[in-house]
């Protein structure tokens, strides 16, 4: 951590030492309050694990949600940026617990040369069992799901193998008997169309199986359908399941098993948001006129826009560090928690540092919110009182005080999508000037996420 820390003289102490030399013995030495070391953490609590997430259950040209027969075709529509992968799952309506899916950790959206992906992407889709129900005959056994309603010992029995994994083109199914399963391309089609301009993608999802050729059981062929489904769209992890591993008990096997998507969707969308890094930042602890920045005005060049566009903390340092009032204190977080050296701190890392501050004093600080333009998360420009009323030091969860700025500097773009966004632009300073050059607070109906979704801030003594 960098840190400078103005002298501070106190007048009252200084007359005191002059009317002590002159001979004013009887006079009594005013005493200067001492200063109390706080320690302030900032700690990325983002609990996003995914960018976005969403449900398909209408058929094109269809009014009500449902399953997909032959011809029928499911579509949905997101915007995407490079290093991002789409994961998604629907149910094999004739099984136990089958659903068509991406690998766990879905499947690229743009190639290595940059571009998106584009046209019939089927190859990507397996066909898994998610091991929560026996696997019996497609669409023949008890406890398939056009037989259940009929069954009449209830729902199916456990798997023995409760993890997911891909099946083949044959499967040994409870009875020891063997199954031939139909390949997955003769049963479901998917294909994306992009739109290079916009970052869209549209994503179509048809049944393209025949009801008379493509599914044979020991009852002859049987139909193929595909329920609705859930998708994410995710920067690592595995969003909906991990081959090996047993179910997560968040609402896959409810698809898996009825093909609905209700309690899946709920369980992501909990955890579904811009999951940003925060930068190194710059603090003040100070007293008077003395901020980082001021709102409803333009950035005056100072080094807030390196910040908040690249996370540059350098220039606003050397800044201020020329003009402060002598009893300011200015210093800067570099390294997170636990790191060896200077970098962001994502979700799960947090900012600690110490400051020296006396009643009166405020604290103000600034971070680039990583995934933006020129968005930042600051302290209100005059700062967080660090004594109360009574001169006892403030401490305690303050994350209500904290607020997510636009630099003004450049024009936003959707945060983590968007080409000139921190993780997306190849260089920094890339994008458009913006409209609106005043430095002001995102509001709600900008970016909906609360701040505190993002950041806590505690201090302590």
Wanted: hydrophobic share 35%; glycine share 10%; charged share 15%.
């Amino acid at each position: 951590m960098i840190k400078f820390h103005a002298g501070r003289v106190s007048a009252l102490v200084a007359s005191a030492l002059v009317a002590t030399a002159c001979g004013g013995e009887d006079m009594q030495t005013p005493t200067q309050t001492e200063p109390t070391t706080l320690k302030v953490r900032l700690e990325n609590v983002a609990p996003f694990t995914q960018l976005k997430s969403g449900v398909y259950n209408t058929r094109v040209g269809g009014t009500a949600p449902g399953p997909l027969a032959p011809g029928d075709a499911f579509e949905f529509s997101f915007t995407a940026g490079k290093g991002q992968k789409l994961a998604f799952a629907s149910m094999l309506g004739q099984s136990n617990d089958w659903v068509f899916a991406t690998a766990p950790g879905g499947m690229d959206l743009y190639l290595e040369n940059g571009n998106p992906i584009s046209g019939d992407v089927t190859a990507n889709v397996s066909l898994w069992d998610v091991g929560t129900e026996l696997n019996e005959e497609p669409a023949v056994g008890p406890h398939t799901l056009p037989n259940q309603a009929s069954s009449v010992d209830g729902p199916g029995a456990a798997d023995p193998d409760p993890s997911v994994r891909k099946i083949g083109s044959q499967t040994t199914l409870s009875n020891g008997s063997t199954f031939n399963v139909p390949a997955v391309s003769s049963m479901i089609k998917v294909t994306v169309t992009p739109n290079a301009a916009t970052r869209q993608f549209t994503v179509r999802i048809q049944n393209v199986s025949s009801d008379t050729s493509t599914m044979q059981t020991s009852q002859g062929y049987k139909p193929v359908r595909i329920s609705p489904g859930v998708w994410t769209l995710t920067t690592g992890g595995e969003p909906l399941f991990t081959a090996g591993q047993k179910d997560r008990g968040q609402g896959l096997e409810a698809l898996a098993e009825m093909g609905q998507v209700t309690a899946l969707a709920d369980s992501l969308a909990k955890t579904t948001g811009t999951a940003t890094p925060v930068s190194p930042g710059v603090y003040l602890v100070h007293q008077g006129s003395d901020t980082l920045f001021q709102v409803g005005v333009p950035d005056p060049k100072q080094g807030l826009e390196r910040i908040a566009e690249s996370g540059n903390i350098t220039p606003l340092y050397e800044t201020m560090k020329g003009w402060l009032a002598s009893n300011a204190q200015l210093g800067t977080f570099t390294t997170p928690e636990g790191a060896t050296s200077a970098g962001p701190a994502k979700p799960g890392n947090a900012y600690t540092f110490e400051v020296s501050a006396r009643p009166g004093d405020r604290l103000t600080f600034v971070t680039m919110y990583g995934m933006s333009n020129d968005w930042f998360f600051g302290t209100t420009p005059e700062g967080i009182d660090l004594f109360d009323a009574a001169g006892e030091p403030v401490t305690g969860d303050l994350s209500a005080s904290l607020h997510l700025y636009d630099a003004g500097t450049e024009l936003s773009e959707e945060p983590a999508i968007g080409p000139n966004t921190g993780p997306q632009q190849s260089d920094p300073d890339m994008g458009l000037a913006d409209t609106d050059n005043k430095i002001r607070e995102v509001t709600s109906a900008t970016y909906a996420t609360p701040v505190a979704s993002h950041l806590k801030l505690t201090i302590s003594r």
